[in-house]
């Protein structure tokens, strides 16, 4: 379900920005606007990134296999990993780069009526995309925060989507701005400095994005709240004396790896170790199906600790 939903949002995005591009080209051909030559490359590329998007999903849809047990679940952080890069390298760059060749060599506007029902028509394409990814991702965020959902969120194509779709409408409002006050004021350099805007944005968007992806790609922990369901599971079998503590490593948006330190009754002999273990593993994939390796480490207390105070030692 969490992955048509997902499919549903890069395709959405996909077709709307297709057709705006082709328009914006068309209109900055026309009118000869830096600002409006800036959005089509904007859009062009985020059409290329939702490309990349769906061959992301794609690949990481794979089943595990022997040369990956885990799933290809990484593969869709690489390419959003990627599409963050060319946000900022093609869509910030070259915005960034037009702007100020405009500013050095500024050229009149013509027919700037042309870019005005053009970004009208690109704000209305760009809302209705921003708005399925909007609600994909309220969808997944629960009661969470929108900043820590974005940080928790495992999904790349949707928070991906989502950044994408609302740096595209804040840089729609930009262009319109200079736009207008190029058209008004017959300073066309204004133009220039709102595809200087443009790219800024793009910049950030495109930072924010890669230091997230960066995150997944390496492997970051799972959601807390599942190592809070690990615990509760296995602190309730009666066999099991104490449960120490859970690692996760989220390996892919709907595939996880968890790790769990438990102290078995010392009567236990090894037919029961094995079905107390196999007890905790199936109640905790019904309550939680995305965990597809739950390893059970007997550790003590103590022993855990350590370690735990080695890791803390490690990230300080």
């Not at 800036?38 to 769906?54: A, K, R």
């Not at 959003?80 to 500013?103: C, D, P, R």
Request: charged share 20%; proline share 4%.
């Amino acid at each position: 379900m969490a992955q048509r939903e997902s499919r549903k949002v890069v395709i959405a995005a996909l077709l709307g920005n297709a057709a705006i591009a082709v328009v914006k080209f068309i209109a900055a051909g026309i009118t000869g606007s830096s600002a409006m030559l800036s959005e089509g490359v904007h859009s062009l590329v985020d059409t290329c990134n939702q490309l990349l998007m769906l061959y992301g999903m794609h690949r990481a849809g794979r089943p595990a296999d022997a040369s990956h047990p885990f799933g290809y679940g990484r593969e869709l952080y690489f390419w959003a990993f990627i599409v963050a890069l060319l946000v900022f390298a093609l869509g910030a760059g070259v915005s960034i780069y037009e702007g100020i060749t405009h500013i050095r060599a500024p050229a009149p506007m013509r027919s700037p009526v042309v870019n005005y029902v053009v970004l009208g028509a690109s704000l209305l394409f760009e809302g209705y995309s921003w708005s399925v990814a909007l609600r994909a991702f309220r969808k997944a965020k629960g009661s969470l925060g929108w900043f820590e959902a974005f940080r928790r969120s495992k999904d790349a194509s949707t928070f991906t989507v989502l950044f994408e779709d609302s740096a595209a409408l804040i840089g729609l409002l930009i262009a319109l701005v200079g736009v207008t006050a190029a058209h008004l004021t017959g300073d066309a350099r204004l133009d220039g400095v709102a595809s200087i805007g443009i790219g800024l944005v793009l910049a950030v968007a495109a930072m924010l994005l890669a230091r997230e992806t960066k995150g997944l790609l390496l492997g970051e922990a799972a959601d807390p709240r599942i190592c809070q369901t690990i615990m509760e599971v296995a602190g309730a079998d009666p066999d099991l004396r104490n449960a120490n503590g859970v690692i996760t490593q989220q390996v892919g948006p709907e595939t996880i790896v968890a790790a769990l330190s438990a102290e078995f009754e010392d009567a236990l002999d090894t037919p029961r170790i094995e079905a107390c273990v196999n007890r905790i593993e199936a109640a905790v994939r019904e309550r939680h199906p995305e965990i597809v390796a739950l390893f059970v480490k007997p550790q003590t207390p103590g022993t855990w600790r350590r370690r735990i105070q080695r890791l803390e030692r490690t990230r300080g």
